[in-house]
Every structure is written in C-alpha cells, then in structure tokens.
C-alpha cells in the first residue's frame, strides 16, 4: 500500500519535478527574505551581532597586549642604551682627555679605556639584534 501511495505522489516527468523544487526553493527563499526584511528574525541577527561583538573584543584585546608588548620591549631597549651610555660615560671622558691631551696610546690605562668604549657598544648592539631576530622567528 505504502508503494502504491509514493508511486502516485512521484511526477511521471523529471522535469516537472525539478521545476516543482525550484519554485518550492525560490518561494521558501521569498519567504526567508520577506522575514529578514520584516524584522522576524531579529533573534538570530541578535545572535550574529553578538558573536561578532566577541570577536571583535577578542581581537581589539589581543592588539592592546602585543602593542603593550612592544612599548615594553622598547622601553627596556633604551632603559639599557642609557645605562650603557652612563657607565661609559667616564671612560669615554678619560680617552677624549688623554687623546686631546697628548698622552700616549701605549699607556695602559687609555688603551683599556679605548677597547671598553669600543667593544660595550658593540656587544649591545649585538644582543639588541639577536633579541630582536629571537622575535621575529
């Protein structure tokens, strides 16, 4: 009995039945629309701003971090550019003094005060460079 039923309900031609699909798809797609248009599905549009909303926050919080990051990293950068430069500074005085002055380059002292204000800045920029490629990697 079931067959017979389902047998009638089939169309004898696969064209009329596609068409009979396409006009029920096209009117539940009006129907879709005309409710969207009306306001009828505010709850789920409720749902798609709100979820947006969240990413939207997620995102916005994780760019405050990384840009506090970097202000941070940046601030311990030139925090140690002058220490460098304050501990130095007195070395660098004595070699100026002593080589404007006339002392001779053998002496000890303006030799050894020579290659720490060579080598300090130097070892700095170095570590600053692999810091910084440590966290482009």
């Not at 409710?35 to 760019?63: E, H, I, P």
Request: hydrophobic share 55%; aromatic share 4%; proline share 3%.
């Amino acid at each position: 009995m079931k067959t017979a039923g389902w047998a009638d309900s089939t169309p004898a031609n696969p064209v009329v039945g596609a068409a009979a699909n396409l006009r029920a798809d096209a009117d539940a797609a009006h129907r879709g629309l005309l409710a969207a248009l009306a306001g009828k599905q505010a709850v789920r549009d409720r749902a798609v701003a709100q979820k947006t909303r969240r990413v939207v926050r997620t995102s916005l919080g994780v760019m405050q971090d990384q840009s506090a990051s970097r202000r941070r990293s940046r601030a311990l950068a030139m925090a140690a550019l002058l220490l460098v430069l304050l501990a130095l500074g007195p070395f660098v005085w004595h070699v100026t003094d002593g080589l404007l002055g006339g002392e001779h380059m053998a002496d000890i002292f303006t030799q050894t005060s020579l290659w720490i204000c060579i080598l300090c800045p130097v070892i700095l920029a170095a570590v600053i460079v692999a810091g910084w490629a440590r966290i482009k990697q």
